[in-house]
């Protein structure tokens, strides 16, 4: 399958600071990222829809300015958790989808942020 | 955001016994629909898929059913091995051209037993 990168796997930050993280679809193009969040034990939520060159759609409960994405090209997109707090520590997950309707989406290996 | 699916149960097999894993959605709409794997500490692996036309869709060791009568989904696993246990997700494609997203179901956490 098609291989999507994300970046940091690990970050641990202080109280109040902002984090980065990248997901990158290495052997093709995707017009669609999905951001997803995952507690222990729980399920797969999702965050956000973000379609190349068009500013993201966040799902209901999710804060806009505290999570920013960027979809600049059709390769990269970031999420970045603002004026991070320990409640922000989670695991974050990132999806790709090629071009084109009804297409399986390709996850990253996921990001574990600690915020202390 | 949205959820498809139940509260996560757990499934427990012997090596070799075939395994169902049931999944629920909630979106009529939804046309496609996706099965994933995860381990523990990584991201989501694609294992199969079905679009609404289809009720059936075989792959390696796998079966795929779609009943959109009653919105259920389920994954058969022919001889299972240790190296299937992880947490089985179900995800629903909801949307139509120019805006889609995918939406994760509860999970299912398979363990195989030597």
């Known amino acids: 399958g098609a291989v999507v990168s994300q970046h940091p796997s690990r970050v641990i930050c202080k109280s109040g600071t902002s984090v980065k993280i990248e997901c990158r679809s290495l052997d093709f193009q995707a017009t669609t990222m999905f951001w997803y969040r995952q507690f222990p034990k729980q399920s797969l939520m999702l965050m956000a829809t973000?379609?190349?060159?068009?500013?993201?759609?966040?799902e209901q409960g999710v804060e806009k300015d505290k999570f920013l994405i960027n979809h600049a090209s059709l390769t990269l997109s970031t999420l970045t958790v603002t004026s991070a707090h320990p409640e922000d520590s989670s695991f974050y997950i990132c999806?790709?989808?090629?071009?084109?309707?009804?297409?399986?989406?390709?996850f990253g290996q996921g990001t574990r942020l600690t915020v202390v | 955001g949205e959820s498809v699916g139940l509260h996560l149960p757990t499934l427990s097999v012997q090596e070799g016994d075939n395994s169902i894993i049931n999944c629920a959605y909630s979106?009529?709409?939804?046309?496609?629909f996706i099965w994933y794997k995860q381990e523990s500490g990584k991201g989501p692996q694609f294992i199969i898929d079905i679009r609404s036309n289809m009720d059936k869709r075989q792959g390696q060791r796998v079966t795929v059913l779609l009943n959109k009568t009653v919105k259920h989904l389920s994954l058969q696993i022919a001889a299972t091995q240790p190296g299937d246990s992880a947490v089985y997700f179900c995800?629903?494609?909801?949307?139509?051209?120019?805006?889609?997203?995918?939406?994760f179901g509860t999970g299912t956490r398979l363990l195989v037993s030597p």
């Open positions: 973000s379609n190349e060159g068009s500013k993201a759609t966040y």
């Open positions: 999806s790709a989808r090629a071009v084109g309707v009804r297409t399986e989406a390709f």
């Open positions: 995800a629903e494609n909801i949307g139509n051209t120019g805006f889609q997203k995918l939406v």
């Open positions: 979106n009529s709409a939804s046309d496609y």
